[in-house]
């Protein structure tokens, strides 16, 4: 029966945490720099809205680093659990990043604190502002530690096998093995443009509704201004993440562009289908593209899906999660440069509704990108848990009762989403900023009355 089949209820089962997390994940990683740039201008500029955007956002991050906590540790609970047979062949070679990253989170959490406690301690704000860098570093490197384990699964170095056993460990090579550079430079810029558009649509809603006030308005330029500058690092990453598919992983690139013989010159394939025979249909073909991307030459010969074995070619469909995780980074590229052009051109209307509505979309958008690009990262892999060493079948559990842990997760991440929703919404729905700003900043809400 299904529920019997522990493989497969084991990779249902992180499948769901990593889905659930990896948004809670991502925004921890990305807020703290909008918050310390949001805190920054609003010193430079003595603007008060600006430092205020700043508090708000601190507040909501430590609601949702919240439930990150909860569901990373489910995560560190699985991989035991569910991948004893990974976690005793390699558990000794990635046990460093493992604790740095737990290290690099307390690192985060102290100054967060201190952070959070000290607004309007010091004489100088800038002395507060400095408190935010640690918080950028902690989470930064809490993204870096445990991508490096996602990057040694990919591409696996460190150590020698004896007879089954590991040995000649070495952790250092084992965490910047060749997969690290891009996969960690992907996953910091992706976390950075989605906290931005995340940020965006909120304030594109509000202006949407509620006719947002002056607040509303900075905040929009200055979270679609930080879109603009991440979608480009994004896109960089992308094709430096896509040149390094070329060069070790050619399956799983073969795969996202249903490139089947080695061929120079090879096209690049976005969406369409395969028929019977794997022969692609309805698509767009952009000539020779696949070839520049993968080695910035555009008659580059580029290794086809044929070439690797029949049992180790990953799943075709993840096609359709690379071409979409790409359109929206395009998408998210795109709408941002609009609106900052709109805004320049000052016969232009920047907050006008179909262009709000298409921010206001680009949150969403942003974050089911990230979904797509580690569905894409991750079954791209299959069929090794490790590649080229164990698959995951190998690797996983014998146990019987995943299909109950599987329930009961179910019931953990509902709970914790619903609460982080309706915990978010009476923070600032029942304190709206404008309210906050008069209270707060009594004398610049006067001087704005009467410069109206």
């Not at 990779?11 to 997390?21: A, Y």
């Not at 910091?188 to 909120?202: G, N």
Request: charged share 15%; glycine share 8%.
């Amino acid at each position: 029966m299904f529920f019997e089949d522990s493989v497969m209820m084991s990779r249902l089962l992180t499948s769901l945490t990593l889905i659930f997390h990896v948004i809670f994940a991502t925004v921890g990683v990305g807020i703290p720099i909008m918050i310390s740039i949001a805190e920054f201008i609003g010193i430079k500029k003595n603007d008060r809205h600006l430092q205020l955007l700043a508090r708000r956002w601190t507040r909501g991050m430590t609601v949702t680093i919240a439930v990150g906590v909860v569901t990373g540790t489910a995560i560190g609970l699985q991989l035991s659990l569910l991948w004893p047979n990974f976690m005793r062949l390699a558990g000794n070679v990635i046990a460093l990043p493992l604790f740095m990253e737990v290290f690099a989170f307390f690192f985060e959490a102290i100054f967060l604190g201190i952070y959070l406690y000290t607004w309007d301690r010091f004489k100088k704000p800038i002395y507060h502002w400095f408190l935010s860098i640690p918080i950028i570093i902690g989470s930064t490197l809490s993204a870096f530690f445990i991508t490096t384990v996602n990057s040694f699964m990919n591409t696996p170095r460190g150590f020698e096998m004896d007879g089954g056993n590991v040995t000649n460990i070495n952790p250092l090579e084992a965490m910047f093995n060749p997969a690290t550079p891009t996969k960690v430079f992907h996953v910091v810029a992706s976390a950075y443009l989605t906290s931005a558009a995340i940020l965006a649509t909120i304030a594109a809603i509000i202006i949407l509704f509620r006719k947002g006030s002056e607040y509303h308005t900075k905040a929009l330029k200055l979270t679609v201004t930080a879109t603009f500058i991440f979608a480009i690092m994004t896109a960089i990453a992308g094709d430096l993440s896509a040149k390094f598919l070329a060069e070790h992983q050619p399956e799983k690139l073969a795969a996202g562009e249903w490139h089947f013989e080695t061929e120079v010159g090879a096209d690049l394939i976005l969406f369409g289908s395969l028929n019977e025979e794997n022969e692609v249909e309805n698509a767009i073909r952009i000539p020779k593209a696949l070839s520049f991307l993968a080695y910035g030459d555009f008659n580059a010969e580029v290794e086809g899906l044929n070439e690797t074995p029949a049992d180790e070619q990953p799943p075709l469909w993840i096609h359709y999660m690379f071409d979409l995780m790409v359109s929206i980074g395009f998408y998210m590229l795109g709408i941002s440069a609009l609106y900052l052009l709109f805004w320049k051109v000052k016969k232009w209307n920047e907050e006008n509704k179909w262009l709000l509505w298409a921010i206001a979309a680009g949150g969403p958008l942003s974050m089911l990108a990230i979904e797509f690009g580690w569905i894409f990262a991750e079954e791209g892999r299959q069929p090794w848990i490790l590649r080229g060493i164990m698959t995951v079948a190998e690797g996983a559990t014998t146990s019987d009762h995943v299909g109950l842990m599987f329930i009961l997760f179910i019931g953990l991440y509902t709970v914790l989403g619903a609460g982080c929703l309706v915990v978010l919404r009476k923070m600032f729905k029942d304190h709206p900023a404008e309210a906050e700003f008069e209270s707060r900043y009594p004398e610049a809400a006067a001087t704005k009355e009467v410069d109206e």
